[in-house]
């Protein structure tokens, strides 16, 4: 493997890495608003925010680091499900959440304090994440190393089905946040289940 096949060649791939660029930063704003919310995010970024909080770093810095570890584990067990996407997800996310709630704060942007209108406002984030999600895998680029992982740990699993595996491994996630003195929400326990 050399870095070359990490690059999208033609007009085709070039569509197809300006596609995930657009998902992996929407996924950027979808976390600073649903962080916003305070009713949890995905279980990877809840525990990427409490190492942050624990150790005085910005998200993106945590979710680099620790996402750089699992590229390794990738990068050795399951090769394949890298590429560009992969490092775009890895490197982007966190920070692009950063900017948006530095944006957020700059701005005296808040999330609504009632029930129902923080509620729809956590939807209406949730729904932007999900389709950011969406554009990122359609254009099918690499995996997440977060997800990567979870194919990984159910190839040295296989009499397990790969649905309660991801479950597993997004339940460890939602315990290290615990652990880390973070706090979960509503949406980290949806997306975990």
Do not use: K
Not at 35 to 63: I, K
């Amino acid at each position: 493997m050399s870095f070359t096949d990490f690059l999208p060649a033609g007009a085709y791939r070039l569509r197809r890495a300006a596609v995930m660029t657009v998902g992996v930063l929407f996924m950027g704003f979808a976390v600073a608003a649903l962080v916003l919310a305070d009713l949890g995010t995905d279980p990877f970024t809840t525990a990427c925010l409490a190492f942050a909080a624990r150790m005085g770093w910005l998200l993106g810095s945590a979710e680099l680091l620790i996402n750089a570890v699992m590229f390794c584990l990738v990068l050795w067990q399951d090769p394949h499900r890298i590429g560009l996407g992969t490092l775009a997800n890895m490197v982007l996310v966190g920070y692009t959440a950063d900017f948006f709630g530095w944006v957020f704060r700059l701005y005296g942007i808040t999330a609504p304090t009632g029930g129902a209108a923080r509620f729809v406002f956590m939807v209406a984030a949730l729904a932007v994440f999900v389709v950011a999600a969406s554009l990122y895998m359609t254009a099918d680029l690499g995996t997440a190393p977060y997800d990567a992982m979870s194919f990984v740990l159910a190839a040295t699993l296989p009499h397990l089905p790969f649905r309660a595996v991801r479950m597993a491994w997004d339940a460890a996630w939602v315990v290290l946040t615990l652990v880390l003195g973070g706090s979960v929400g509503p949406v980290t326990i949806g997306i975990m289940l």
